[in-house]
């Protein structure tokens, strides 16, 4: 790496010099992106996300547009190789046939997710380099590159930089404004300003006028979302409790044909009226028994075909209630889908809805024809995508958009248009083992209730299971590898909001009027 394609040497900082040579530079850079992980579950350790400055130095004294776009690379490269290692452990769940796998994930991933860096450090480079101009370029064109990481490609929005704000959820509710990709911009303005102090374009006034302009912009977003949230406990609707079951049932044994008897009758112990939950949240009035009972992603792990007797399940649906649970489905054609059934009393299928935003590679090949892979879940067969969100009705409930796995990563498309009371995630986590991504895809799906201020039920195989109210709050949690039910009242949703009414426009606009500022200063600046 030339030193000419990093470092400027008629512009060099005191870090710049002291990091004279080239692979101490990179190593630096990506070193910041993989400590910038630590801001996140489970760590939440919010300082670490200052690492973008490092980031945000670097860019400035690129010389070229080339050394900007590598610089953004490597830092992408150490934040989501730090971020995202724990996919390994899904191919070591059956790793004969695809630990040779391994590299790939760890580092071919995060190698192509950091392209999105790349592309966004050049693109800030080009617009404006130096002082608050080159700031503000570099927040606009990575919360951007957010946005297209989490649309393009089927999409893969994980470990946004609005979750570094998951220990102080006040900052978290502004959601219902922006979304993820709002705040994200928020915090990537925050977490780079301090970069301004590493640059001898920027003057005093200038370094200090950005560092309290994003302390007011915190502080103001702030104060909005602890308003927000109420002192008490939100509002419930009367009569509906939820428990939400966690089998704790191992990846390696779930597909085992000699224990998946064993699995279903654990469903149905912990299921049983008059069984006592493990975890009881505040709000059940006395006596209430659960009226809906929810079991994760693939709990039932037998092929459901339209013949397939359920009665043996009856056991679990409460009276006049309903049983929700994932299992694989086959319709007439002989097409598998990744489902989620609504189960009545007398073991009819109320309704089913089919995942449809599959895991590439996971539940399906991309390109099948020519790639010779086999999807890790269903083996030899692709799972078929469903239509999409869907408003789905139920017994003594408010209807439900249902959500399998890492559809509930997605903002903005989780509920139909005809909107639901309540989102349901249905997840099997336990593909990831003890590792931090149960801990994300928490916080993750955690989001969705704030930014569509609806309550969410999440029941996860191995955890983390919990039901949230609007404001994100959880009401009862299981652990992860715990195995017990919790029971739960349903929160009330609340009046639509911003978010849920216009999505991402507002996150556009801002963005446009972030790049159109930088030009005007770049412009001012006479560069």
């Known amino acids: 790496?030339?030193?000419?394609?990093?470092?400027?040497?008629?512009?060099?900082?005191?870090?710049?010099?002291?990091?004279?040579?080239p692979w101490l530079r990179a190593l630096a850079v990506a070193g910041a992106g993989a400590v910038a992980v630590a801001a996140f579950p489970p760590v939440g350790a919010i300082p670490a996300f200052f690492g973008v400055a490092v980031l945000a130095w670097a860019v400035r004294v690129a010389e070229t547009g080339r050394g900007a776009a590598l610089a953004g690379w490597l830092w992408g490269f150490g934040f989501h190789v730090a971020g995202l290692y724990w996919i390994a452990n899904a191919?070591?769940?059956?790793?004969?046939?695809y630990g040779w796998l391994i590299p790939f994930a760890v580092a071919g991933l995060p190698a192509v997710l950091a392209l999105f860096t790349a592309v966004a450090a050049w693109a800030a480079r080009r617009l404006a380099r130096d002082g608050v101009a080159g700031w503000l370029a570099l927040a606009a064109a990575l919360a951007l590159a957010e946005w297209l990481r989490g649309h393009l490609f089927t999409g893969f929005p994980w470990n946004l930089p609005v979750h570094v704000w998951e220990p102080l959820p006040a900052l978290l509710q502004p959601a219902a404004l922006v979304g993820a990709y709002g705040v994200s911009l928020v915090t990537l303005l925050v977490a780079a300003v301090p970069a301004l102090w590493l640059d001898p374009a920027a003057g005093r006034r200038a370094r200090w006028s950005a560092a309290a302009a994003c302390a007011a912009l915190l502080a103001g977003l702030g104060s909005w979302g602890w308003a927000r949230i109420p002192a008490g406990p939100a509002p419930v609707v009367d009569g509906a409790v939820v428990r939400v079951v966690q089998g704790n049932v191992a990846q390696r044994d779930k597909w085992n044909p000699t224990l998946k008897p064993r699995h279903v009758l654990r469903y149905l112990s912990l299921s049983a009226a008059g069984a006592p939950p493990t975890v009881r949240a505040d709000g059940i009035a006395p006596g209430a028994a659960p009226t809906l009972v929810v079991w994760p992603e693939t709990a039932v792990a037998y092929l459901i075909g339209p013949d397939t007797p359920l009665t043996g399940l009856a056991g679990a649906v409460p009276p006049g209630g309903t049983l929700l649970f994932g299992a694989p489905r086959e319709d007439a054609e002989g097409r598998v889908y990744n489902s989620v059934l609504a189960m009545a009393a007398d073991g009819s299928t109320r309704w089913s809805y089919d995942k449809a935003h599959l895991v590439p590679f996971g539940e399906y090949v991309p390109l099948r024809s020519v790639l010779p892979l086999e999807p890790i879940v269903q083996g030899s067969r692709d799972f078929t995508p469903g239509p999409g969100p869907q408003t789905l009705a139920l017994p003594a409930a408010p209807p439900v958009s249902p959500l399998v796995c890492y559809e509930a990563i997605f903002p903005g498309a989780v509920a139909a248009a005809g909107r639901p009371g309540w989102l349901l995630n249905l997840t099997n986590d336990a593909w990831y083992g003890r590792s931090s991504g149960p801990y994300q895809h928490l916080a993750i799906t955690r989001l969705r209730a704030i930014e569509e201020g609806?309550?969410?039920?999440?029941?996860?195989?191995?955890?983390?299971?919990?039901?949230a109210d609007p404001y994100g709050r959880s009401l009862a949690m299981l652990g992860l590898g715990e195995a017990g039910s919790l029971?739960?009242?349903?929160?009330?949703?609340?009046?639509?909001?911003?978010?849920?009414?216009i999505g991402d426009l507002g996150f556009l606009l801002a963005v446009g009027l972030l790049i159109a500022l930088a030009r005007i200063g770049r412009v001012g600046g006479g560069e």
Not at 91 to 97: E, I, K, N, P, Q
Not at 454 to 467: E, H, K
């Open 487 to 501: 029971d739960a009242p349903l929160p009330r949703a609340l009046p639509p909001t911003l978010y849920s009414r």
């Open 454 to 467: 609806l309550p969410i039920v999440r029941a996860a195989n191995t955890g983390i299971s919990f039901v």
């Open 1 to 21: 790496m030339p030193p000419s394609d990093v470092a400027s040497g008629r512009r060099r900082s005191g870090l710049g010099a002291a990091l004279a040579r």
């Open 91 to 97: 191919l070591l769940v059956d790793g004969a046939r």
